[in-house]
């Protein structure tokens, strides 16, 4: 009788649960990955917006860059015992871990950045979200106040920004990580903010 209330419990649960199984109804992990970052596209960020006005420093401003980063999730084996509907594959994206590389042969990069974010990425499809790629603050930083004293479009600091992403799956909520990476330049364009 023990025997048969758990295995009741069991098919419950996966009927139910929307769990992803083998035929074994050993729990299947979900693979996610950040399929492109900033569609692909390197980034060009400004070191210092000049604002509407180039001729005065008063609407000068230093923006936070932020890009597009699009995921894709599957659940790892197709022979799935699903519920239709059920959370079986979907991951969410919970925070995130830049590290900058310098890949213009200059001395110095920046500091590591953290950051936390909530991107459901259903099984099987793709989903697009954003998150920080520059934060204003490394802005301040000597590295690119440096490309701000030159003559515009002068100087230019090449970055790799690798990003470490970690969230978990919803049926199982086993936590992984996947990683991606953007090339990333940083210089004065010098133009004003409109006529980006």
Not at 74 to 97: C, M, Q, W
Not at 102 to 114: H, Q, S, Y
Request: hydrophobic share 40%; glycine share 8%.
């Amino acid at each position: 009788m023990r025997k048969r209330i758990l295995i009741s419990l069991a098919i419950l649960l996966l009927a139910f649960g929307g769990f992803a199984c083998d035929r074994d109804g050993n729990l299947e992990p979900t693979i996610a990955v950040a399929s492109a970052l900033n569609f692909g596209a390197p980034y060009q960020a400004d070191a210092l917006e000049q604002g509407e006005d180039l001729a005065s420093t008063a609407d000068d401003f230093i923006a936070e860059d932020v890009i597009p980063v699009e995921f894709f999730a599957k659940a790892y084996s197709n022979n799935l015992i699903t519920n239709p509907g059920g959370e079986a594959g979907d991951f969410l994206v919970e925070r995130y871990h830049i590290e900058y590389i310098r890949v213009d042969g200059g001395v110095g990069t920046l500091p590591p950045v953290d950051g936390y974010t909530s991107i459901l990425v259903k099984n099987n499809k793709t989903s697009v979200g954003s998150v920080v790629l520059l934060p204003a603050s490394h802005k301040a930083l000597p590295l690119i106040t440096n490309v701000q004293c030159c003559s515009p479009g002068e100087l230019e600091i090449q970055l790799r920004a690798v990003y470490t992403f970690y969230g978990r799956e919803l049926s199982t909520l086993r936590e992984s990580s996947f990683s991606a990476s953007v090339t990333l330049n940083i210089f004065d364009w010098y133009i004003v903010t409109s006529a980006k």
